[in-house]
């Protein structure tokens, strides 16, 4: 007997794509909604094709999430059957407005994404660099080499990267918890996909012991297009004030793919 998709933890994947998108994207509200920060979302907007100036922030808290500079625009379209932001790898880029989450020392970061080109780029950065500022954290694709992503950032007291093999030309949704406040090997997790991250090319594991910043974040290229531009498409970037738990990040990671039409 098949299951009703919206009685299911995660979508029923013998409903139509577009019911198990839909039902995926509330879910993702029922369950995360209340430590949501932002939540830019493809299918949530209403916008088919074109160059993108604005973003509506799906978590209903207001973020901008926009590009004023016409060259620098990504355009709306679907990459592999999925509704995404597609991104140039010259100099486009989405830009939030200040996302102040200086009292925060946990947060999760989830991307759903799809790398273009094994050349390497920001998918999305939460500070101008985070090489200088000392409280950010990046994602990157093809990052040091070929079919692998990365996340992680240098915090004032350490260090914190994940490196990990990946296929480009691939969707892929990662869910990254990061709990500042615990012990260094356990601060930054990795679920792709609803399967945790154990295998790493590169794993910095220094104690950070500090908030997050107050910065713009950054889509598809760093401070806003001004260097390492990502080749990509994105369709989901969620940014919660919590560090979720395994289960959660595990359900989280489907979830994401669902929502974006990918699975």
Not at 36 to 42: D, Q, T
Not at 134 to 143: A, Q
Not at 242 to 255: I, N, P, Q, R
Request: proline content about 2%.
């Amino acid at each position: 007997m098949i299951v009703a998709a919206r009685q299911a933890r995660t979508a029923n994947t013998h409903a139509p794509l577009q019911e198990r998108a839909a039902t995926a994207t509330g879910r993702i509200r029922d369950l995360y909604r209340p430590s949501m920060r932002y939540w830019a979302h493809a299918r949530y907007t209403q916008q088919m094709s074109g160059a993108v100036a604005a973003v509506l922030d799906a978590s209903g808290r207001g973020t901008v999430i926009d590009q004023a500079t016409a060259s620098k625009q990504p355009l709306a379209g679907t990459t592999a059957g999925a509704r995404a932001w597609v991104f140039d790898g010259v100099n486009d880029c989405l830009v939030t407005s200040s996302v102040d989450l200086s009292a925060l020392s946990a947060a999760t970061l989830c991307l759903t994404y799809r790398a273009a080109a094994t050349t390497g780029g920001t998918v999305h950065e939460m500070s101008p660099d985070q090489n200088n500022v000392g409280t950010g954290w990046g994602s990157f694709s093809n990052d040091g080499g070929v079919n692998r992503m990365s996340t992680g950032g240098r915090v004032v007291g350490g260090y914190q990267f994940k490196d990990w093999s990946f296929p480009a030309q691939t969707w892929n949704a990662m869910v990254a918890p990061w709990d500042r406040a615990a012990a260094a090997a356990d601060e930054l997790k990795v679920w792709q996909s609803g399967v945790q991250q154990t295998t790493f090319l590169l794993n910095l594991t220094f104690d950070t012991a500090a908030n997050f910043g107050n910065f713009q974040h950054f889509f598809g290229s760093r401070n806003n297009g001004t260097s390492y531009a990502a080749n990509c498409s994105i369709a989901s970037v969620l940014l919660l004030t919590v560090a979720l738990g395994a289960a959660d990040a595990a359900t989280l990671s489907l979830l994401m793919r669902q929502a974006a039409g990918v699975v």
